[in-house]
């Protein structure tokens, strides 16, 4: 049976709508904070002999209103709950979830102190604390917070849970694997610990751990999609591709309509989209798991932006499917605006389709957001180099300029270089075309002089033909070695598997470094490959 947490003034239920995070807790309820945050409503007001029956009605009112979603009202009642009963501490606690659903940080944060202040031994404003530290960017300070709320509830398994995925996303590994560790041998039966202490396992390496603790959640929950997507990841990180699909096919059967499942799957199958049907499979996974969360809300909907842009990127494999990726791009732009690859390709293919305006919008919005995004650099490059009249470039710079602002130095100097190796390469192509035609009228010179030789047969004539002839030889072998001197070199592209090169250079790194110096590798899942040149790469 789960504990009870008992602030002073109110009974939370571990289980239901009354905890922030339940016992046991779930890995999307931490993914999603809000969601989670939502949910921490204490389910009575403990009236003291002090407190009207009037102020329990709108503090009840308040949780009402935020169990519907409506957040603003909401915040009003637990504002008016105060000025009726004074200094509550679970009203204040509350006020901070619905001021957090509004994005009112600020307000947010003052009302969560306050309710520390009032109830400093509350694992449970803690831990809300903590979260809305957390998604404010303030990872230590929100440790800080989870600290406070072990010492106060050193056996909570959901504590433990939310600061090992916090570290995790830190990047501080084994105190990840620590928590979640120890958060599992709190609550063995908790199939969604186990699975979040299984990808710890497997992120310091002890992949025999993970699959150990995802075959026992597979045994207990068969039907379950994630415990196989799980899998998937870990064989694919293990280099095992054929088993890594072969889990996230199954994963896919149970949870067709799970954006993260079908996202895993289709990656999967777009790494070797020209082998069989991959590319069209990988294409009917993500259309089917869109198609399935239509019409979701802006949390889903956020999610749904990598499937859009994976979809995109299939399309635009062809020319005929141009117009498909364009849509798809700019769905998926709706739900993530600030994915500068997504801008860079539309951007793209709105030049291909010779609509300058267009692609010059995305390039700059694509350089606002990282303003040394080579790829875009070079986009906006070829559009100034090669597109507009000489009013149109100084609009574009200006415009490019307004974008990045503070950081334009850096889109700047690669566009110069860039626009240097255009130049170049527009002239050494011009040089090539034309002493390629020289070439070739040399070739034909020569041959006709040769015809003629032969035909004057032995004589003085002949011969002095016969050194023209080798002079023409000898201009035609030299030019040609000039041309291929100057020639542009054709890039040897091919699908690129980048986490492979990164360990080789890791590796090879690895066998000349300074005694005094460690190398860690670690590579992030679900990255497609790319185009690229393998051996320049490395």
């Known amino acids: ?242 088993e890594s699909r072969r889990h996230l096919a199954r994963a896919v059967e149970l949870g067709p309509n799970v954006p993260k499942i079908a996202l895993a799957y289709a990656e999967a199958l777009a790494r070797h989209r020209d082998q069989e049907d991959n590319r069209e499979q990988a294409i009917q996974v993500l259309r089917s798991c869109l198609e399935a969360n239509e019409g979701q809300e802006f949390d889903i909907g956020k999610e749904l932006a990598p499937l859009h842009f994976l979809l995109a990127s299939l399309y635009d494999d062809t020319k005929a499917g141009y117009d498909l990726a364009m849509e798809s791009y700019r769905a998926g732009l709706e739900w993530n605006p600030d994915h500068e690859v997504a801008h860079n390709n539309l951007g793209a293919l709105f030049l291909a389709a010779n609509q300058v305006d267009s692609a010059v919008h995305h390039f700059q919005r694509a350089l606002a957001i990282r303003p040394s995004y080579q790829a875009a650099c070079f986009n906006f490059a070829k559009v100034l180099f090669h597109h507009g009249t000489a009013s149109e470039l100084e609009e574009r710079f200006t415009g490019l300029l307004e974008a990045t602002r503070d950081q334009a130095f850096s889109s700047l100097a690669i566009i110069t270089l860039a626009l240097v190796n255009l130049a170049e390469n527009e002239t050494y192509a011009e040089i090539h075309e034309r002493n390629h035609r020289i070439k070739n009228v040399l070739a034909l010179a020569g041959n006709k002089v040769k015809r003629t030789g032969k035909r004057l047969g032995d004589t003085l004539e002949s011969e002095t033909l016969g050194d023209v002839v080798t002079v023409l030889q000898e201009t035609y072998e030299s030019l040609g070695r000039y041309l291929k001197a100057i020639r542009p070199q054709a890039s040897a592209m091919e699908w690129v598997d980048v986490n492979r090169i990164v360990e080789k250079v890791a590796r090879r790194m690895e066998r000349s470094r300074p005694e005094k110096c460690q190398i860690e590798f670690h590579t992030q899942l679900g990255i497609p490959q790319v185009q690229g040149e393998a051996a320049r790469l490395e």
């Open 1 to 242: 049976m789960a504990r009870k947490v008992k602030p002073k003034l109110v009974a939370i239920k571990k289980k239901g709508p009354g905890a922030l995070t339940p016992e046991p807790s779930t890995p999307e309820a931490i993914e999603k904070p809000r969601e989670l945050m939502a949910a921490a409503v204490p389910l009575r007001f403990n009236r003291g002999p002090d407190r009207g029956r009037s102020v329990a009605e709108v503090f009840s009112e308040g949780n009402r209103l935020l169990r519907m979603g409506r957040y603003d009202k909401a915040a009003q009642r637990y504002r008016r709950a105060i000025q009726l009963g004074g200094e509550l501490s679970e009203a204040y606690h509350n006020l901070a979830i619905a001021c957090y659903r509004q994005r009112f940080f600020v307000e947010a944060r003052r009302a969560i102190e306050r309710s520390l202040e009032l109830e400093p031994k509350s694992a449970l404003y803690h831990q809300t604390a903590a979260i809305l530290a957390r998604d404010v960017g303030e990872g230590e300070r929100a440790l800080e917070y989870l600290g406070q709320a072990i010492e106060l509830e050193p056996s909570s398994a959901a504590v433990l849970y939310i600061r090992g995925r916090l570290l995790h996303d830190m990047g501080r590994l084994k105190e990840a694997d620590r928590d979640l560790s120890r958060a599992i041998e709190l609550d063995k039966g908790n199939s969604d610990l186990s699975m979040a202490a299984a990808a710890a396992a497997m992120d310091v390496g002890e992949h025999d751990r993970a699959k150990r603790l995802i075959d026992a959640v597979i045994a207990e929950s068969p039907g379950n999609p994630e415990p196989y997507h799980s899998l998937g990841q870990i064989h694919h990180r293990l280099g095992n591709f054929e």
